[in-house]
């Protein structure tokens, strides 16, 4: 198996670490601090034909492979993981669950100025007190006339506050099990749909986050993404492009806490030479630098099990491996400011949302106990 890199696979990857240096490291700092949302760099996204990779060109993006995306979000990871996560976010899980469910009418619609960048999308299903399991959804979407009429929280709902384009999970018939969730897009303005204030977050603190409530929202059956019933497919296959986008943040977290570390070990210096000569210190930037190569080395396009497997193993690597670059920066690495404990922060999230490090066990295990290799 190939796993090198194409050279237009190479020649993204170096286009966006320069826009990335250019445009979102010397905010990185800043956004996160204010917890605040940099519109602009997204605008700039979206000119650079970022924020929509893996759609096709006829519907505003760039026509590349998932795989692709994958990179540019690994790279923009590692200047600013919120940044990172936004943009897989909003094109691996919302534009292409538009892309891959919706019909030409709502892709004309929504999915264009998403793959532009003109608009920003969410993504809505977690609910307070269902944590992983979605079937205790309680949010309802009933089909009266030509509408369905919507009731329900949302949680944790990332781009809740910013969004202009929804795609929220109601049960249209809860008798019939997995079976009776749907899938709507719902846009920014619909008449009882609110936003909730932005949560105050430990790490990704640039990336908003809040409740989303409905109440007797009402929106129209053309709005309806798949059909009746395909609320649970489009929610999990969309949690698993996310996983595989997780871990591709959490792998840019992890370099920069590699180069971070080799920067301050080579440059501090203790009882006469640079601490990078300490066998103790040497051994943790090993270690950093033999998990990163380990990812590298194993992860192909994959779906559910190898997704899963692929966040487990990025997600986890990256938090224990942050909390060592800050061992190596010592007490300067423990000042709120310091890049190291800002990856430390937004590192530990990675191994929670969409799907925790234990959700993602379940997942492999029972693929691996139902006969999977």
Known sequence: MDFSLTEEQELICNNMREFAKKHVDPIAAEIDANSSHPRDLFRKLGEGGWMGIPIPPEYGGAGADFMTHVIAVEEISRFCSSTGFSLSFHAGIIGMSI????????KEKY???????????????????DGTDVMAVATTALHQGTNYVINGTKTFVSNGPIADTYIIFGWTDKTMGKKGMSAFIVPRGTPGLKPGEHFQKMGLRSSQTSEVVFRDCLVAEENLLGQEGDGLPIAMTGFDRGRIGIAAQALGILQAALDESIKYSRE???????????????????????????WRKDNNQAFSKEAAMAKLFATEAAARHTIKAVQIHRGYGYIKGAKVERLMR???????????????RMVISGNVLRGGT
């Open 111 to 129: 999915l264009v100025p998403l793959a532009m960048g003109r608009h920003l999308g969410s993504f809505a299903l977690t609910e307070p007190g």
């Open 268 to 294: 501090r210096i203790q009882f006469g030479k640079p601490i990078a000569r300490q066998q103790a210190i040497a051994w943790m930037i090993a270690d950093m630098a033999n998990d990163l190569a380990a």
């Open 346 to 360: 937004d590192a530990k999230i990675a191994e929670i949302y969409e799907g925790t490090s234990e959700a993602q």
């Open 99 to 106: 892309l891959l469910f919706g019909n030409e009418a709502q």
